[in-house]
């Protein structure tokens, strides 16, 4: 809770640093470059240094709390940092991926907090017999990009609150008991510090150095616009009609191009986009204006819908890459011994691989290229927080089945393991 009183300076700093080297700095450069070296050529100096000394403090009083990047549990390296100026600015400049990924989870994590707290307020006031619909009324949100110190959660403890316990909460028996006022007490707080705040909308733009890939990351982009798969028959009359890897390549740019832009629109890192039934063709055309796009596929061009964008996008990746892990870092690419393998396959037969196997693959091409996470961590534990259907994998039965003793040394093995598995059985 200490920490929510520096959300507004850690996201007036992120926004800062993101206005001056968004698509301006290319990453080993700003790995090099200090927060420190930043500021001091800063034009507004002042102004630079009170927001880094908001982002710090909402760091270092609230980053130990911060356990996962959605369904990712934060590597151990990024956990022990403990921010100064002599950090490179990439610790400010929020991506889902590196060291951006930190900047990312924290602004995240105190928003949430921040909206969790501003509702058990007004559950309370609805306690004490408030009318439900003017509370209800009276709630109000603001985006991240506006907001203030006065929306934020302050309080003070030793200049207010401890000088009112002490005036008008306390009380002594005639015996010499001490009588505590925690009513009297919890209403100064809700009167003075905590009352009236609003909800917060997160609203984060994400870091593009100069010499980021143009490979999308499709995790966010399933937040934002609800995904259906294709069957295996549609998927196969599609790569059919494309005939080659050339045409399959050239639609695979065409759909990177649409999640790219659908996962920009709005901003919000938890947004839902109601345009699952918007014909893909269709948003080509109208929204990024290409009226002369080949797609390659008559199935493509008259039946795919945004909701198939996804799936679409997973099929012509197989299908034009080679290897889909060849980017993964080596430290994953172990092979399981006889044993291990023998195991996996048993369980395999209890295993849901049709969901399994599409979230394995794309979470392992999309979050294991730099190597930061531990190839000692357990496959398990990495994975049982992917999500299918608003559910983790670790809330379906079948999942316990999964081998807890496999570690990521050998998640690539694993998954052709299970692939292979998969294919024997159909």
């Known amino acids: 809770l200490r920490a929510l009183r520096f959300l507004p300076s850690a996201i007036e700093f992120v926004t800062l640093v993101l206005g001056r080297y968004n698509r301006a700095i290319d990453r080993e450069s700003a790995r090099k470059l200090t927060i420190e070296e930043m500021i001091n050529t800063a034009a507004n100096k002042k102004k630079w240094v009170a927001a880094f000394e908001g982002y710090r403090e909402a760091w270092n009083t609230g980053w130990r709390f911060v356990e996962r990047f959605g369904c990712l549990e934060l590597p151990k390296v990024y956990k022990d940092v403990r921010l100064d100026a002599k950090q490179p600015i990439t610790f400010c400049l929020p991506q889902e991926k590196n060291e951006g990924i930190c900047a990312l989870s924290l602004i995240n994590y105190l928003c949430t907090r921040h909206n969790q707290f501003v509702e058990i307020v007004y559950e309370r006031l609805l306690m004490q017999g408030g009318n439900m619909q003017r509370i209800e009324d009276r709630k109000s949100v603001v985006t991240s990009n506006f907001f203030s110190h006065a929306h934020a959660i302050t309080y003070s403890l030793e200049k207010q609150f401890a000088p009112f316990i002490a005036k008008n909460c306390v009380t002594f028996t005639d ?247 998969q294919s024997v059985a159909n």
């Not at 493509?300 to 996804?310: A, E, S, Y």
């Not at 299908?319 to 690419?333: L, P, Q, R």
């Open 175 to 421: 015996d010499g008991r001490v009588v505590y006022d925690f009513a009297n007490a919890e209403q100064y707080l809700l009167d003075v510090f905590f009352t009236g705040k609003p909800l917060v909308k997160i609203k984060q733009r994400m870091m593009q150095y100069t010499d980021d890939e143009g490979a999308v990351n499709t995790r966010l982009f399933r937040q934002k616009v609800e995904q259906v798969a294709l069957t295996r028959e549609e998927k196969k009359t599609i790569l059919n009609e494309l005939g080659s890897p050339a045409a399959a390549h050239k639609l695979k740019g065409l759909v990177e191009m649409c999640i790219s832009y659908l996962q920009s629109t709005g901003g919000n890192l938890l947004q839902k986009l109601d345009v699952a039934e918007v014909k893909l063709a269709e948003y080509v055309k109208d929204t990024l204006l290409m009226e002369n796009a080949v797609f390659g596929s008559e199935t493509v061009k008259r039946k795919m819908k945004l909701k198939h964008i996804d799936s679409l996008h997973k099929a012509l990746r197989e299908f034009t890459v080679a290897d889909v892990f060849e980017n993964v870092h080596a430290k994953y690419k172990d092979t399981l011994d006889s044993k291990q393998t023998t195991s996996l396959k048993d369980s395999a037969k209890a295993l849901n691989l049709e969901v399994l196997l599409p979230l394995m693959q794309d979470v392992i091409a999309q979050t294991l290229s730099d190597g930061v996470m531990s190839e000692k961590g357990s496959i398990a534990d990495f994975i049982g927080w992917l999500e299918h259907e608003d559910s983790f994998l670790n809330d379906f039965p079948w999942f316990e089945k999964f081998p807890k003793q496999l570690l990521m040394r050998n998640i690539c093995d694993c998954y052709r393991v299970l692939e292979n598995c």
